[in-house]
């Protein structure tokens, strides 16, 4: 009587661990955005090295702060369109604000004619322009970067 | 130069196989794992768990130990089976945590219940009294329940054409809210005080559980549409700021719809979660302190003037403060729902070692009362714990969804499940006044079961729409010929 007693209650314990153990396995892939485990990390810093092709976009600044979006050469498209790569929650961007686009090795940001306009490190985009690695990009009030 | 990235003019989305493979395993063409092995793996925890508990009782109330124990759990193991390949069928991506919550929950309930049967067949039989066992009934109930979620999984392949049917679902809500309160007795009788059933014949519904999803819902719809109102800026008070007068409208009306279920139907539980649904769901819409604060400050008047008003209330905040003033008369249930508790202590009297007879109302609204005195304080505690697990998930889901009307329908249905269960708990356990309310999943009671199956299958649909991986857009295969173009600024006309 005893002994079933605690069985049962260790084993409605072990009910609740187990839950929580799915739910942490869970936690990376439930959020719907790509967050790479550290493994993961590892592993494509080792395949960066000595190649500075831009691998992802990482948002700095702004609602989605940490949002990681990899680069697989088609064009991101950026706005509030929910058609977007990236879709801003935010008032001072456009529905669809600027593009990033791949020529040959290089990315290319332009703004699609936004009210509030696209800045590539203080400079307003008003052509396509090159982005080097690392410059911030500033579309209302989130910032974004290339990242290798 | 390191090594140029293959095919970079107009590359179609299959050569992303050309990157590294470091680099492709965080691509977004990777498709997210179900996880519906995990949820089978859960579910069939919890059907060995309430197996077990089934044996347990029958060996503590020394009944025949036979098979039919064992094809019972093989059954609701068959049953849940039955939910799970629906869940793998029309909503491959859901959450895997939530249905064998609830699956545990009910299958403790139905034990539970099943357990305090044989305590009222000790108690009544003998004395020649006619009574009927409850758990069979609402074994049939759990089976129904199921197949209604199974149809609710089927037929809302999208949780947003929900959206559409907003004004229709509030106003079908409403009806089935105040129904029981304006209707004549004979057909919407006044059980234990409160004037929430009704009855056809044999078997009696509870509309107002329904009456909460709907309402949900129609909140969700309407916090989506106009929600540029509720954010505009009034006056400044205290650091926070205040809405306008004129868009109080809605939490006004929500509150004379709390307060006439209080006066109509004498049910304080509902009035309290309605009122509370409305809060949190105007909160997460808003993101303003300022509505929660006006909220609970108008909640407190209105409690205040019915308890300075009503009879029936006053006794309920007497039987809270002192339950022993009257004991063995107005008190009783609270007195003897303190008592269990307290005879099952840390560990608990084991399962079938209790005695749920003396608990007035067991299987209804004092089941966690039987709970906590059969496991004690660790058992029930771990019954908290899982209903924290199915409301984290379903926020979780809500978080993760990209629409706005899931998100608030999501965030509302797991609140609403979480504040049930603290009114039903903190009445018991005399933290606040006990209002009567059941406890989803656990408690005995037909519309309860039906209902927040229902609200299980919603949440399941939206974490489905949140973790599924996102369908190619229509613009999306135009988009690297689109890139290929020489794109040429053109002056916007000034």
Known sequence: MQLTRAGFLVLLWLFVLAALRVVRSDLYAASGLRVPTPGLRRGAKKAAKGNKAPRQLVVTHGALAGTRISLDGRPILIGRADDSTLVLDDDFASTRHARLSMRGTDWYVEDLGSTNGTYLDRAKVTAPLRVPLGSPIRIGKTVIELRS | ?494
């Open chain 2, 1 to 494: 130069m390191g090594s140029p990235v293959p095919g970079a003019q107009g590359t179609p989305p299959a050569a992303a196989g050309g990157t590294p493979p470091a680099a492709s395993s965080t691509s977004p063409g990777l498709k997210p794992p179900t996880r519906r092995g995990s949820e089978l793996f859960l579910l069939a925890f919890a059907a060995l768990l309430v197996t077990i508990a089934l044996i347990l009782v029958e060996a503590n109330q020394e009944q025949e130990l036979t098979m039919r124990i064992v094809w019972l759990g093989l059954a609701y193991l068959g049953l849940l089976s039955v939910a799970h390949f629906a869940v793998r069928r029309w909503a491959p991506y859901a959450d895997p945590v939530i249905l064998p919550c609830v699956a545990l929950l009910n299958g403790l309930g139905l034990v539970m219940i099943h357990r305090i049967d044989l305590a009222m067949a000790d108690v009544k039989l003998p004395k020649g009294v006619v009574w009927s066992p409850a758990a069979p009934k609402q074994v049939l109930w759990t089976a129904i329940a199921l197949v209604l979620f199974c149809t609710a999984l089927k037929v809302l392949s999208d949780h947003r054409t929900l959206a559409r049917y907003g004004y229709t679902c509030g106003f079908l809500g409403l009806v089935a809210l105040v129904l029981p309160g304006v209707l004549p007795s004979f057909i919407a009788p006044e059980i234990n005080g409160a004037k929430i059933w009704l009855s056809f014949g044999a078997f009696s519904i509870q509309p107002g559980e329904f009456a909460k999803i709907l309402l949900m819902v129609f909140f969700a719809a309407f916090l989506v549409s106009k929600r540029e109102l509720f954010t505009t800026a009034g006056r400044r008070v205290l650091g926070m700021d205040l809405p306008r007068a004129r868009d109080l409208g809605p939490l006004v009306a929500a509150w004379l719809v709390g307060v006439s279920i209080m006066v109509l139907q004498k049910d304080l539980g509902s009035s309290l979660l309605f009122f509370g649904i409305v809060l949190v769901l105007l909160y997460v819409a808003t993101e303003r302190a300022a509505w929660v604060v006006l909220g609970v400050v108008m909640f407190c008047v209105g409690a205040v003037a019915a308890w300075k008003m009503f009879g029936h209330v006053q006794i309920r905040v007497q039987n809270w403060l002192d339950p022993f003033a009257d004991a063995a008369n107005k008190g009783y249930q609270i007195v003897q729902s303190l008592f269990g508790l307290g005879t099952g202590g840390l560990f608990g009297a084991g399962l079938g070692g209790g005695r749920p007879d003396q608990i007035p109302e067991a299987n209804t609204d004092f089941i966690t009362a039987v709970i906590g005195e059969e496991l004690g304080f660790v058992g029930l505690a771990a019954v908290l714990l899982i209903y924290t697990v199915f409301a984290m998930r379903g926020m979780r889901g809500a978080l993760a969804v990209r629409d706005t009307f899931g998100k608030l329908l999501g965030g509302g249905l797991a609140f609403a499940v979480a504040f049930q269960i603290f009114i039903v708990v903190g009445g018991v356990t005399k933290l606040i006044p006990m209002t009567g309310i059941t406890a989803p999943f656990l408690s005995y009671g037909g519309s309860s079961l039906l209902a927040n199956y229902i609200l299980v299958a919603l949440l399941l649909r939206i974490s489905d729409a949140a973790r599924a991986p996102k369908t190619t857009p229509k613009p999306r295969p135009q988009q690297p010929a689109i890139a290929d173009q020489f794109t040429v600024m053109v002056e916007r006309p000034k």
